[in-house]
């Protein structure tokens, strides 16, 4: 059957193309070719002849073989319903869905004992069912595609911006060690300019010491020769001998003549660091640009913070605050006494503090310690606010320059005071709870309506010795 089958399929195929007849022509040689096909030939080949037998045709347009279009069409049709799934056991079509078992069965199935009790359904009402799911689920699968493109998109923005701060970072800390071997070529040329300068002059002095003595023996040598002369002349020269040289002062090694080493040795390397500590600054808190709104811009030094005209294109990273101008130190606390100052001027607006890690970065916040704040608010110039539940307005008698922020979690308080008179303006009491990180918040700068920044300001850094024992 596979064979008749085979050879019927040559038999309704055309010789050009090897596929099914399409819109046959036949020759007056009986051969048959599709419309396209003949049409093709005859152009490449220049002229008008069969292409099996090469027969010339007397005519352009020969005419449609409407017999042998019938067959293929109708053979074509019947070889489609054939090969529709039929039951491997049975041998009829598959139309009756089991429900039950998930699979497609025909009649004589339905009645079988393994279909027993079994939910059946039409074919095609299955099908379209599970066209419907497949819809559904083919939604979900774009969903998904363009949120993994989304994160993709995300990732590749975080590598950039990864790949900038590395630079950035890079650059920064050999500017800071460069200024740092400056600081010790400067430090180790002044010290040996020193130390030249003791060794030229006692060396002058040494030199002059040496002359002297040299003219001293050659005044003693002179002297011995003459007194040795005399000892061999007669008695009455030596009554005019004079001894008074035998009386000259021995010379002797002053004191201070040798290079003082233990002042130019002694404790070197503490003594550079001790004045290394004059140079630098030290700041209790570190701003952490990977919290900060796309709206602000960090100093390198990454003590202060101040708006930027344009939102920056920074990745979304799951640290990063995005609703407004704010952003955190990178370091949090969950124990201990801790305090900073910080330079708000004469902003109008700002809010400073502490913060619980696990607030909304992503969305709207509200300050208060229910919510994980547990900050100090101006607004408008002249609006003070502990942001407790409900608020407490304060009223300040001076405009404070810097706000200093005092934690002490284990008491559970934040206090915040007026630096500049040491006056208190509020302390929060609670009880703490995971890691406290600073706050801190600019406001909007609409028009340069609230310009400047905040600044963490630096605190005298003290040196103390003690014993080890």
């Not at 390397?269 to 700041?283: A, H, I, N, P, S």
């Not at 300050?367 to 409900?390: H, M, Q």
């Amino acid at each position: 059957m596979a064979a008749k089958t085979s050879s019927l399929d040559e038999e309704l195929c055309c010789a050009v193309c090897s596929d099914f007849f399409k819109d046959p022509l036949v020759l007056k040689c009986s051969h048959s070719f599709c419309r396209v096909c003949l049409q093709k030939f005859w152009k490449e080949n220049s002229c008008r002849e069969c292409p099996l037998c090469r027969r010339k045709s007397s005519v352009d347009d020969p005419p449609v073989n409407l017999a042998l279009r019938n067959i293929v069409e109708s053979y074509l049709q019947q070889k489609r319903k054939s090969e529709s799934p039929h039951c491997g056991l049975h041998g009829e079509k598959l139309l009756i869905f089991c429900e039950d078992d998930q699979e497609c069965i025909c009649v004589v199935c339905q009645t079988s004992k393994g279909h027993r009790n079994h939910h059946f359904r039409p074919v095609e009402e299955a099908a379209q069912d599970m066209k419907e799911e497949l819809r559904t689920a083919l939604n979900i699968l774009n969903e998904k595609l363009e949120k993994i493109i989304t994160f993709k998109e995300e990732y590749e923005k975080t590598a950039k911006h990864l790949k900038s701060q590395f630079q950035q970072t890079e650059k920064r800390i050999k500017e800071e060690f460069e200024k740092l071997h400056g600081f010790l070529r400067e430090e180790e040329e002044a010290r040996l300019a020193i130390l030249r300068v003791e060794e030229k002059e006692k060396s002058r002095r040494m030199k002059e010491k040496i002359e002297n003595i040299s003219k001293h023996v050659s005044t003693l040598s002179e002297k011995i020769r003459d007194t040795e002369t005399t000892m061999k002349s007669g008695d009455i020269f030596f009554l005019k001998v004079d001894l008074a040289a035998c009386s000259l002062q021995d010379p002797e090694l002053a004191s201070g003549e040798l290079i003082d080493m233990a002042k130019h040795l002694g404790s070197l390397k503490f003594r550079v660091w001790e004045k290394m500590l004059g140079t630098v600054q030290y700041t209790p808190v570190t701003l952490d640009p990977n919290t900060a709104s796309p709206w602000l811009s960090v100093s390198d030094d990454l003590t202060s913070v101040r708006n930027t005209a344009m939102k920056q294109q920074l990745p979304n990273n799951p640290e990063r605050l995005v609703s407004y101008p704010d952003l955190l130190g990178s370091e949090g606390f969950t124990s201990g006494q801790h305090s900073w100052e910080v330079e708000v001027g004469d902003k109008p607006e700002w809010t400073v503090g502490v913060a619980k890690e696990s607030v909304n970065r992503k969305g709207g916040v509200k300050y208060s310690p229910e919510d994980g704040f547990w900050v100090l608010y101006l607004r408008n110039s002249n609006k003070y606010k502990a942001c407790t539940s409900p608020p407490t307005h304060l009223r300040l008698e001076r405009r404070p320059q810097r706000i200093r922020v005092q934690l002490d979690y284990d008491r559970g308080e934040v206090s915040f005071s007026n630096p500049a008179d040491m006056s208190l303006i509020y302390t929060f009491k609670d009880t703490f709870t995971g890691s406290l990180f600073p706050y801190f918040y600019l406001g909007p700068n609409v028009d340069g309506s609230n310009p400047g920044a905040l600044q963490i300001c630096p605190v005298k850094v003290s040196l103390t010795v003690t014993s080890s024992q």
